[in-house]
């Protein structure tokens, strides 16, 4: 469970008391994963030469709604004056000069794709009031507060098929996006106006595994794997110390894959056992269809001079969304250069074309040594530069390169 906390005070020490409120939160409440503050002038209704100042606080906990609302309940007891408001004759209201609000507390579920609503509001008793509610609701613009302190990113690529990389192993600030990633992820990856990229991926620990992967599209849905993110995240980590040795085991919404370092260049990840699951036809063409953890529609081309742009951008959409896959799919579209070497461009749910598409280059080798077309090793041609797919067993493995690109902390937000 994620929180968002905001603390306001209108005393002269304010950031002092604030700090204790926090410090009593971070005590009850669970571990605290980024502040971003917040300064005000005083509302109408209160003394005018008073500034307000609010923090508002992320946790990760499992505590539940209501017992963060009563501990908010008890900091405001024990740091805030209890008093009568006096109303003046101008009808403003004049408080304590030692006030602690514990405003708001909003609280998602694990995975951020839903909010939280046990309840419209919950109501507890308040040091000023008789009762007061705290709303659980999204409040966007907490969460832009946060993001506008700064979060630390890696832009990574494995043949151009680049994403921006937020690492939650040693702060879980990051996290802070994940309600709103759909308003983030195109923000980001707008290629003009942003980053610029594929999608976005969070690191994180696994209880089960080194490390695990979540991955978002441009669109900011979720997809289940990425063999050219898991590549960059292999070498990463390796880079970075962050396991020893150079394997490691990356847990996905797909399974957990194997990654094996040989350098930046020879980076081999394991991509399960691919599955035909038929063949489909639109549009008076034949897919052939593979699970591979995510969805694939693959077509044949007769010569090379076929993969046009025209071609990618006006059928791989209306393939994506075509009713016959209803979560929509891949759609890879290659041709068979010799038993061991495939061109191919593809189509990515969610991202549109992209240089590179590891699943779907396994895919694609996959459905043609099925189909009895080529033989491992197969060579994918992307546009972006060179996959290998080899099998060890029901095992299909892709070798490729992973590139870090660069580094850098994002304050983007709508309005900027």
Not at 283 to 305: F, K, S
Not at 357 to 362: H, K, L, N, R, W
Request: proline share 5%; aromatic share 6%; charged share 20%.
């Amino acid at each position: 469970m994620l929180y968002y906390i905001g603390i306001g005070s209108n005393l002269g020490e304010r950031e002092q008391t604030i700090r204790r409120a926090i410090a009593l939160l971070d005590e009850h409440v669970g571990i605290r994963l980024g502040t971003a503050p917040l300064v005000y002038s005083a509302p109408q209704g209160f003394r005018s030469e008073h500034e307000f100042c609010n923090t508002v606080v992320l946790y990760q906990s499992s505590v539940c709604p209501e017992a963060v609302l009563s501990h908010a309940q008890a900091i405001e007891q024990q740091l805030g004056r209890v008093c009568n408001s006096v109303i003046q004759p101008d009808g403003t209201k004049l408080y304590s000069d030692r006030v602690i609000d514990i405003d708001l507390v909003v609280a998602y579920n694990d995975n951020g794709t839903e909010y939280q609503q046990q309840s419209a509001t919950l109501t507890l008793p308040h040091p000023r009031m008789p009762e007061r509610e705290f709303v659980l609701q999204p409040i966007r613009q907490l969460i832009a507060g946060i993001v506008a302190e700064g979060l630390p990113f890696v832009k990574m690529h494995g043949i151009g098929n680049d994403y921006i990389y937020l690492d939650c192993t040693t702060s879980l600030l990051p996290l802070a996006i994940l309600p709103e990633i759909r308003y983030y992820a195109p923000l980001w990856c707008d290629r003009h106006r942003g980053i610029g990229g594929d999608g976005i991926v969070f690191i994180t620990r696994d209880k089960d595994a080194d490390l695990r992967m979540r991955i978002f599209n441009a669109d900011g849905s979720e997809a289940e794997m990425c063999g050219n993110a898991s590549r960059c995240i292999g070498y990463y980590a390796i880079a970075n110390h962050m396991v020893e040795g150079n394997r490691l085991r990356l847990a996905t919404q797909a399974g957990t894959r194997t990654i094996q370092v040989q350098d930046a260049e020879h980076v081999s990840v394991e991509m399960g056992t691919p599955e035909f699951t038929g063949t489909q036809h639109i549009g008076g063409r034949t897919y052939m269809t593979v699970d591979i953890g995510n969805p694939h529609a693959i077509t044949l081309l007769q010569d090379a001079e076929a993969l046009t742009t025209e071609l990618v951008h006006t059928v791989g959409p209306q393939v994506e969304c075509d009713p016959c896959f209803p979560h929509r799919t891949n759609v890879e579209f290659g041709v068979v250069i010799d038993r061991h070497h495939i061109a191919m461009r593809v189509w990515e749910r969610g991202s549109g074309e992209t240089q590179a598409c590891g699943t779907g280059a396994t895919a694609t080798a996959y459905a043609c040594v099925h189909q009895g077309y080529c033989d491992y090793p197969v060579t994918l041609i992307l546009q972006g530069g060179n996959l290998t797919i080899s099998a060890e067993g029901n095992n299909a493995i892709m070798t490729g390169p992973a590139t870090i690109a660069f580094t850098g902390v994002t304050r983007m937000n709508k309005d900027n």
